[in-house]
Nanobody, 115 residues
Framework: QVQLVESGGGLVQAGGSLRLSCAAS????????MGWYRQAPGKQRELVAR???????NYADSVKGRFTISRDNAKNTVYLQMNSLKPEDTAVYYC?????????WGKGTQVTVSS
C-alpha cells in the first residue's frame, strides 16, 4: 500500500505558476507509474501527466509545453510544475500511483485560476 498526500494548490491569476507536490508514504522507486489527474466541476476526471519508473513522461494535449511532471525518488515525491496557467486549468488535482496492478489516489488539492 501507499498513501499519497498532495499539496501546493491555491488561487492564481491567469498566466501564473504553481507547483504541486505529491508525497508518498513509502519509497516510490519501484512504483511503475505515477501521475496527476484533475477533475473540474461537472466533468470527468482526466489524466494530466504521468511518469514511469524509468522517467518517461506523457501529457494531455491541453497541458503540453506548459506543465512538467517530475519525480524525486529520494524524497518519495512527485511534482507537477504548472506554468502559463489558464482559467480552464481550474480543477481538483489528484495524485495517482499505479503499483502492482493497484491504483492509489490522494485526496486532491484545489487549483483555481482567475481570469
Amino acid at each position: 500500500q501507499v498513501q499519497l498526500v498532495e499539496s501546493g494548490g491555491g488561487l492564481v491569476q491567469a498566466g501564473g505558476s504553481l507547483r504541486l507536490s505529491c508525497a508518498a508514504s513509502r519509497s516510490i522507486f519501484s512504483i511503475n507509474i505515477m501521475g496527476w489527474y484533475r477533475q473540474a466541476p461537472g466533468k470527468q476526471r482526466e489524466l494530466v501527466a504521468r511518469i514511469t519508473s524509468g522517467g518517461s513522461t506523457n501529457y494531455a494535449d491541453s497541458v503540453k509545453g506548459r506543465f512538467t511532471i517530475s519525480r524525486d525518488n529520494a524524497k518519495n515525491t512527485v511534482y507537477l510544475q504548472m506554468n502559463s496557467l489558464k482559467p480552464e486549468d481550474t480543477a481538483v488535482y489528484y495524485c495517482n500511483a499505479f503499483d502492482a496492478g493497484i491504483m492509489y489516489w490522494g485526496k486532491g488539492t484545489q487549483v483555481t485560476v482567475s481570469s
